[in-house]
């Protein structure tokens, strides 16, 4: 599980940061991507990585202003145009208008998809779950409707451990299956063998926290609680001249990112949808000055790519 | 006048190439900048040049295929954010579904535009004209509706040879004007004045021909008759595959471009909308492949800039 950062600006592209768009890559979790947001010339910067559109599976949208959105009909038709066929369905999760934009820029420009695409509107709560992963939205606080999502993979079981069971000349069997779900079996040698001796470590799933273009508000702390990684707008630094543009243009700044992470008690925090005006030495600053709130921050460019790691500690921390 | 190619390529952008436009510089002539064709990304292209949106004045859509419209709406969103006022209106001259397009994406992202947009339907024959331009559209057969344009620059009369007429000693006065105006005029010394013989020589205005995305037909030649520059879809080169695909894809091939400037007696071909296929080598193979049938043939990268000269023997080919 990893995070790609193809666009990490705000509001229009500059030289160095391109318009909103995340990667949440799975592929070893169920051999898919999931994007967040697609701002314009999102499948452009997909052509400099390894990420094929192909193996986008799900489309997250936070709100529909354009620097998250207006990459949808140019990323939807390539994905068309390089192959994906109608076994390889797309959801696009986000407020109600972006079907009509996504469906009138198809209809307008001709484009018929080789895949089919279901779209779901966002209400709060679970908006997704399966076997492996659960996805949470909760209403943000902006100029216009906007949602940040909570992603958790679900618990891996711990495997059954194979091996040992051979060691202690344990014969295979039904009874595998009996240990494995923890049972204690006893064997016609008269020995008693409890399961849980013979269960590896459970680990823990993971969380990310996707808060995009928002005031501070107590959704956020909810949705980032013990997260992983806490994925949160920066659109401006410290300061209190950036706390009053924060306020004016419905955004958050960097203090505010570092006081909920520290709060919800995240793991770590990435700033990102930073304004054009940061650039170079004003980073390096935006930094430091959050580090001081919350020492774990990165704040995220073009390109970079986050791994989040299983927790070492999981089968204590459950 | 200069030509500066935003995107060279097909149907979905490449490493190399991005989609369609193509910007007609007009700074000295009007101080402004046309664009023909606005694929996503070209907003991203303008930043790696030193055109300014703001002085972006007209657009014209060829059709509404993707490649050629999906910038649009962060395109006019980011000339706005960048200071475009009310008194800076921008003309759109498109297939009908432009508007439709266009208003759809700004309306749900509830984007509000500094400056007022025109949309002008496109209809064959002239679809603009004043004191210094006029172009004419044209219909072009593809599987949509689509136009070629031919710009025109009105020609540029002789300036008055204000240092001949000091040198022969005709003092300046109301008759300069009737000169200028190419009278014959008697001075007080009884010297009989031929004004033609002190207007310096006129020039030419120049033609530019646009045909993007298009089987040859009829009106290509008719739009690009005597031009300076025909800029012309080459998606296919040389070859009885390539035609093959041509047809069946509705665009033309280099053959087709080149055996059109030939006809319509073209100063120069500028070949775009090239497919991906064509990369390093096989640039080369498609240059001179074209050049043997039209010499003066160039086939345009991103970001070359074509200068478009007055002709020397303007008055002679008068
Ligand atoms: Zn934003
Ligand atoms: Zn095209």
Same mark, same amino acid.
């Given at each position: 599980m990893q995070l790609e950062f193809l666009g990490t600006g705000s509001g229009q592209p500059s030289k160095f940061r391109n318009v909103t768009s995340i990667a949440l890559r799975l592929l070893d979790e169920r051999n898919a991507v999931w994007l967040f947001d697609v701002g314009e010339a999102t499948q452009h910067q997909i052509l %400099? $990585? $390894? !990420?094929? &559109?192909? %193996?986008?599976e799900k489309i997250f949208i936070t709100h529909l202003h354009g620097d998250h959105i207006f990459g949808l009909p140019g990323f939807l038709s390539s994905r068309s145009f390089q192959g994906a066929d109608k076994n390889e369905p797309l959801t696009i999760y986000g407020p109600k208008g972006v079907k009509d934009f996504v469906q009138t820029a198809l209809r307008i420009s001709e484009t018929r998809l080789s895949y089919p695409i279901e779209y779901v509107d966002l209400k709060e709560g679970v908006i997704f779950d399966d076997r492996t992963f659960q996805v949470i939205a909760a209403p943000m606080r902006h100029r216009i409707e906007t949602w940040g999502f909570r992603v958790i993979e679900k618990d891996h079981p711990g495997e059954l451990l194979v091996d040992k069971l051979r060691q202690e000349n344990i &014969? #295979?069997? &039904?009874i595998y299956g009996q240990l494995k779900s923890g049972k204690t079996v006893t064997l016609p040698d008269g020995r008693t063998i409890h399961g849980q001796d013979f269960i590896g470590q459970a680990q823990r799933g993971r969380i990310v926290t996707f808060v995009l /273009? $928002? =005031? &501070? @508000? /107590? @959704?956020v702390a909810l949705l980032a609680k @013990? +997260? /992983?990684v806490l994925v949160h707008e920066s659109t401006y630094g410290s300061g209190e001249e950036e706390s009053k543009m924060a306020k004016a243009h419905a955004h958050s700044t960097s203090v505010n990112a570092a006081s909920v992470a520290r709060r919800a008690h995240v793991d770590k925090l990435v700033l990102t949808h !930073? #304004? +054009? =005006?940061?650039i170079g030495p004003m980073v390096k600053d935006l930094i430091s000055d959050v580090r001081r709130n919350f020492s774990n921050t990165y704040v995220a460019r073009d390109f970079d790519v986050i791994d989040i790691p299983f927790k070492k500690d999981s089968n204590e921390s459950k």
């Open positions: %400099k $990585t $390894t !990420l094929r &559109p192909r %193996k986008v &014969p #295979s069997g &039904p /273009d $928002t =005031r &501070p @508000n /107590d @959704n @013990n +997260a /992983d !930073l #304004s +054009a =005006r940061y």
